[in-house]
T-cell receptor, first 116, second 115 residues
Framework: EAGVVQSPRYKIIEKKQPVAFWCNPISGHNTLYWYRQNLGQGPELLIRYENEEAVDDSQLPKDRFSAERLKGVDSTLKIQPAELGDSAVYLC??????????????FGPGTRLLVL | AQSVSQHNHHVILSEAASLELGCNYSYGGTVNLFWYVQYPGQHLQLLLKYFSGDPLVKGIKGFEAEFIKSKFSFNLRKPSVQWSDTAEYFCAVNDRGFGNEKLTFGTGTRLTIIP
């Protein structure tokens, strides 16, 4: 079974430039998550989708970050414009609820972003 | 809000030593508990998980964890570590029953095994 796919794996941009990350979840997983992981920290949730609907975007900095999951499968996370503090690893995860609140999230390899 | 503490930031052990990594969480409701591992250059992988039932959970590669509800803890153990266990280990918790599938992670413990 293919895992969560993310691209690109690495991205270096100058501040104020836009950047986009792409994620394709595990087939059949209806829930998709974007996390940000700063150096020396654990991942922190940015947004969660159930199918096409963003059900939790409370931690997404909406002034510069946006995300979409138009057909309920793959998703794109965008930053415009990027700031120095956005340098981090952006992780995508997906899950399929097995019932009674029991679900396991599976993570992709992440995109390592460096903003200069 | 839920918080997760991993008190050991960096642990260094010799091969064959026993391992215990601490994990404590703050919210006392019904929770799901996870340990993820990130080997050098690789992505986060599930090591083991607890949803309900037997509080002693066995995972891959000889790891196990014990859920102690009264202590809000979910410590990870392995009786004899190998050089290949060198990695970063993350404890994660989500709160069941509120439609909240958000995982709250600890800051991670870097484990270095000396051959």
């Amino acid at each position: 079974e293919a895992g969560v796919v993310q691209s690109p794996r690495y991205k270096i941009i100058e501040k104020k430039q836009p950047v986009a990350f792409w994620c394709n979840p595990i087939s059949g997983h209806n829930t998709l998550y974007w996390y940000r992981q700063n150096l020396g920290q654990g991942p922190e949730l940015l947004i969660r989708y159930e199918n096409e609907e963003a059900v939790d975007d409370s931690q997404l900095p909406k002034d510069r970050f946006s995300a979409e999951r138009l057909k309920g499968v793959d998703s794109t996370l965008k930053i415009q414009p990027a700031e120095l503090g956005d340098s981090a690893v952006y992780l995508c995860a997906s899950s399929f609820e097995a019932g009674e609140g029991q679900e396991t999230q599976y993570f992709g390899p992440g995109t390592r972003l460096l903003v200069l | 809000a839920q918080s997760v503490s991993q008190h050991n930031h960096h642990v260094i052990l010799s091969e064959a030593a026993s391992l215990e990594l601490g994990c404590n969480y703050s919210y006392g409701g019904t929770v799901n508990l996870f340990w993820y591992v990130q080997y050098p250059g690789q992505h986060l992988q599930l090591l083991l998980k607890y949803f309900s039932g037997d509080p002693l959970v066995k995972g891959i590669k000889g790891f196990e964890a014990e859920f102690i509800k009264s202590k809000f803890s979910f410590n990870l153990r392995k009786p004899s570590v190998q050089w290949s266990d060198t990695a970063e280990y993350f404890c994660a918790v989500n709160d069941r029953g509120f439609g909240n599938e958000k995982l709250t992670f600890g800051t991670g413990t870097r484990l270095t095994i000396i051959p």
